[in-house]
């Protein structure tokens, strides 16, 4: 079997390596955005995708748009494309040019959270189950038929980037048996229930702000959602201060009010009940645990997301 391959990013690797490591398939491209700036340096660095392929030997495309490479897929007479996370939409001129289709592999049990963050809007919203989906693209945005639906429960206190690499590598599998199965005809693909679809917008900075007026179990989803990227945040007299780690308690106060320090850090009222701050990383410094966090700032009294004179 002969496919390529479209992916971007580090969720993406799993699949590549497995499809690399099938003798019976032959990775004919590796297809990837460009080099991009990255980081705090803002850099020019390789892909995770174009990195691993390029170990591997095998060809690496980077068009800058997605129809600069029509005509190099349709010479190479692919059996079927894949595609994990590869970060532009694939315009039907692409999608003719990949053999019997292009499987894609989505991090949730679709019609489920269809689009850019499934993983951070199904832990936002707190389910407590998601999965994978193996479906043939289609010009929609995933909408195109399932070949196969993998769950997983989510577990407690895992972080969006947590099961983001669970996800990632339990897909990995199952994308290569839906790419053979579409090509050798064991599986066929059933359309979604569109009237069940939920949708999963990319995340802004601006979104992942807390409100410490919603109940703490909703904070406590946010800060597990937005962690990695882009990180929960709020303010400490008017600095920003990202939370990466909390876990929920009783406790009673104005929302946002550090009402208390216990063994493992401050202590923040929300509209029921409050958050322990388990990580904290205050604004120029490291990521810090709790204890020294509250030891360091003392910040018992005071009023997260209050501005420079909240009390």
């Known amino acids: ?176 048996a839906a790419v053979r199965g579409l090509v050798d005809g064991s599986m066929t693909a059933q359309p979604q229930d569109h009237e069940l679809a939920t949708y999963a917008p990319k995340i802004r900075p601006e979104d992942a702000a807390l409100t410490w007026e919603a109940p703490a179990q909703a904070v406590e989803q946010a800060v597990r959602a937005f962690n990695p990227a882009p990180g929960a945040h709020t303010t400490l007299d008017g600095q920003r201060l990202k939370v990466h780690r909390g876990t929920v308690v009783d406790a009673g106060g104005p929302p946002g009010a550090i009402v208390g320090v216990d063994r493992r850090g401050p202590v923040v009222a929300c509209g029921r009940g409050g958050l322990v701050l388990l990580e904290v990383q205050p604004a120029g410094k490291a990521r810090m645990d709790g204890v020294a966090f509250a030891n360091g700032y003392r910040p018992e009294g005071k009023r997260l997301g209050a501005g420079p004179h909240g009390a």
């Open 1 to 176: 079997m002969r496919i390529a391959f479209f992916g971007t990013p580090a969720p993406a690797v799993p699949s590549l390596e497995a499809f690399l490591d099938d003798p019976a398939i032959e990775v004919a491209a590796v297809v990837t955005n460009p080099d991009r700036p990255s980081g705090r340096g803002h850099r020019v660095a390789p892909p995770p995708v174009k990195a691993a392929a390029a170990a591997a030997g095998a060809a690496v495309w980077q068009p800058v748009r997605p129809l600069d490479v029509v005509e190099d897929l349709r010479d190479l007479r692919l059996d079927a494309c894949a595609v994990v996370a590869y970060g532009a939409l694939l315009p039907p001129g692409v999608l003719a040019a990949g053999g019997r289709g292009f499987v894609n592999l989505h991090f949730s049990l679709l019609p489920s959270w269809r689009g850019a963050a499934p993983v951070q809007h199904a832990i936002l919203h707190g389910d407590e189950e998601t999965g994978v989906s193996c479906f043939v693209l289609d010009e929609g945005m995933d909408t195109g038929p399932v070949l196969s639906r993998l769950a997983t429960p989510i577990l407690q206190g895992e972080t969006a980037g947590e099961l983001t690499a669970r996800l990632a590598a339990v897909g990995a599998p199952q994308l290569v």
